[in-house]
């Protein structure tokens, strides 16, 4: 479980080509949330976290949102963005661990989650919500998706249930949506939630 806090780990995930999460394209129900977006939303801060090869900052990037920041701790998913997106702000593509971000320096409107939170130690999930608030700006929001199912096992992804999340969220934001997502990812039909939560003041 420990690994799983390493950047080598999952560094050596993309190395060996281990990356069953990796869907090679925008998960369905974040781009119908961007697509959903008005055009005053496109100079927004936005984080993606854990954000690995980042089909939705790329996709947010096509769609001129011109705030988008990625941050991962492995640094060839990264680089092979920058690879991909040459014009794409040195500056927005953050090689650090997501928990060290400082909220004094970075703020943002809202932060996509996807296959993050999953990813990291279940010991550390009240730090994930302690972290997202702090980097949250007032009345910001987090979106995304996470897994309404039980993996099992000892290692990533760790799975989580509706009244899991409630209890850990709700005493930094306001849930306002979590539902089960009707656009998933074919492969993810029905094992995943839909999430909009607001930050509390
Ligand atoms: C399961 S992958 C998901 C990648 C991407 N969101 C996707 O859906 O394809 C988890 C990602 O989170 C990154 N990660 C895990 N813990 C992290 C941390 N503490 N700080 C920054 N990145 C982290 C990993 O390097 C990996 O790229």
Redesign the pocket.
Known sequence: MEK??Q?EF?QQRYETDSIG???GEVSPPLKAYIDQLPESAKAQAILV?????AYEVGYLREQGFTNVTL????QS?IEAFAKRYPDFPAEHLICA???TLSPEQYQFDWILE???FC??NPLRRDEYVEQMAALLKPNGRLVGLLFDKAFGRDE??FGGTKEEYQQRFQPHFEIEIMETSYNSHPARQGSELFIQMRVKA
């Open positions: 799983v806090n950047a999952w999460w990796d869907m976290p854990g954000a690995g090869n941050v991962d701790f492995a998913p661990d997501f928990f996807q296959t993050f990813a990291i990533p992804p």
